[in-house]
């Protein structure tokens, strides 16, 4: 199976902690997808921007209207400690 750009991998329920793929067992980046992508559910609560990195730091791409349930393309995960 190829990996490829589309669906993103950080919308699957096969993604691991440490952006790994429980399928491949490889590191993946979040654009990537495969043939065993498979949809998480509720994903849209967990891209907003409350959950974001870059939300109210000087790397927010929309700082002006970024918003803790708003959604947005420029999503990063929260480090993990």
Known sequence: MAIRLVSGCINCQNLKENN???????????KY???SFDMV????EAVSCGTC???NTSKCAHPQKASSEM???SWAPEAQA
């Open 20 to 30: 790994v793929c429980k399928v491949h067992e490889t590191k993946v980046e979040a």
């Open 71 to 73: 959604l947005c393309s």
């Open 33 to 35: 997808t495969c043939d």
């Open 41 to 44: 559910v509720a994903a849209k």
């Open 53 to 55: 990195a870059r939300f």
